[in-house]
């Protein structure tokens, strides 16, 4: 398994590509790598990088090569976000790509060559970094997808599926992904399902308990629909998938205090709890936490809820929820743990109602608080006896 972070630098926020500071970001990477994580994922703010479509920031660049030069350095992998329009409440596209009021990200063929030659340049500086994992191919582009007034999902799909095949082209064999919210996994809005599922390199999922609203449906913070969510997204996303064996990676969660409303809830037992449950997860690749650093107060333009969400404070000093997770790494590392066989599987019908995905993980939760960890089939798979034998499903329950 890998332990990652979600990078957010302690000082200057995303703000420092522009505004670079070489030993302050030496010190956040040093911070984090002692805690035992390997990988970092980045996030380089579009309109910060491609200034124009045939053009891209030559300071922004420098700072890049710089950035990637101390990944390698203080011995850190590390997984570039390319097309980062959407960034903790803000949007962040380029002004080029605004036509007016119009916004043709995904549904204009026009707007796709300057999005190619945009992550062709960015390879150039990291492609060949031995610390390169990949690409994502954006944060939360479903969030940005709802923008384009031309929207289609069949628009999305085939803009995803293009430019992954730019990023193989440009560093072949690397996880490359699109790091979607939950909205595309539990209802038909940008990328579909499919696609997400059998395009790139691993289902990257994003398991927020608030945001998705499951610490509201059962037992609170710490309940098993809060903090088994991450298992139940990954059963969805492999449903959906062709290959049994398709990695699946949990690339954002995380905990804020302003979500601790009932006694005995804290951000480290959410933390202890959630992480305790991730290594029954079928082909886990990893877990990439959000975030590494909390924001610095000095920054004043952000929602409360943003500002405390790291494991190490904006003065580099690593908070309880850091110290717990390094602990827990560590220890996984000397008893790794293998998820156990899963046998049983129950049935999502993502026709029947607008959507079964409500139902199905109330029965999922179910299922687990009765001790069984189920797959997730389809209907149409149901009764296929080599779909099943190939995911070692002997039953269908719940």
């Not at 289609?152 to 193989?168: G, N």
């Not at 289902?203 to 629909?225: D, E, S």
């Amino acid at each position: 398994m890998r332990f990652g972070v979600n990078y957010i630098p302690s000082g200057r926020w995303l703000h420092c590509w522009l505004d670079f500071d070489e030993e302050s970001i030496r010190e956040d990477l040093l911070a984090i790598r002692s805690l035992g994580f390997d990988h970092i994922r980045a996030h380089l703010l579009w309109s910060y990088f491609q200034t124009d479509p045939g053009r891209t920031s030559p300071r922004s660049m420098a700072n890049l090569e710089r950035f990637v030069s101390l990944c390698e350095e203080t011995g850190l992998d590390f997984v570039l976000s390319l097309f980062t329009g959407w960034m903790s409440g803000f949007y962040f596209i380029p002004a080029w790509m605004r036509f007016g009021q119009d916004f043709r990200m995904f549904s204009d063929p026009a707007c796709r060559e300057p999005q190619r030659f945009y992550i062709r340049e960015i390879a150039k500086v990291a492609a060949k970094s031995p610390a390169f994992l990949g690409f994502d191919l954006g944060n939360e582009l479903s969030c940005v997808a709802g923008r384009d007034r031309n929207y289609s999902m069949a628009a999305c799909d085939d803009w995803h599926r293009d430019m992954l095949r730019v990023c193989e082209e440009a560093a072949p064999g690397k996880l490359h992904n699109n790091g979607v919210d939950h909205q595309p996994w539990f209802g038909d809005f940008s990328f579909s399902r499919d696609v997400l599922s059998n395009t790139g390199a691993v289902n990257a999922l994003h398991c927020w308990t608030y945001f998705t609203g499951a610490y509201k449906r059962r037992g609170g913070l710490l309940g098993t629909a809060s903090t088994r969510l991450a298992d139940y997204m990954a059963a969805l996303a492999k449903a959906y998938s062709r290959d049994p064996r398709r990695p699946v990676w949990l690339q954002e969660f995380g905990c804020s205090r302003l979500w601790c409303e009932n006694p005995g809830e804290s951000v480290e037992a959410f933390t202890r709890k959630t992480l305790d449950a991730l290594p029954k997860i079928p082909d886990l690749w990893g877990f990439t936490w959000w975030c590494s650093h909390d924001i610095g107060r000095q920054l004043t333009g952000f929602q409360d809820l943003e500002y405390d969400l790291g494991l190490i404070d904006a003065g580099n000093r690593v908070k309880p929820a850091g110290e717990l997770i390094s602990r827990w790494i560590a220890d996984f590392k000397k008893a790794p743990r293998v998820p156990a066989p899963r046998r049983a599987a129950m049935i999502c019908d993502p026709g029947r109602n607008g959507g079964d995905f409500r139902d199905s993980a109330d029965r999922f939760m179910d299922l687990l608080d009765r001790g069984i960890d189920p797959q997730i089939v389809l209907p149409e798979h149901a009764e296929d006896a080599a779909w099943l034998a190939a995911r070692g499903i002997e039953e269908i329950v719940g």
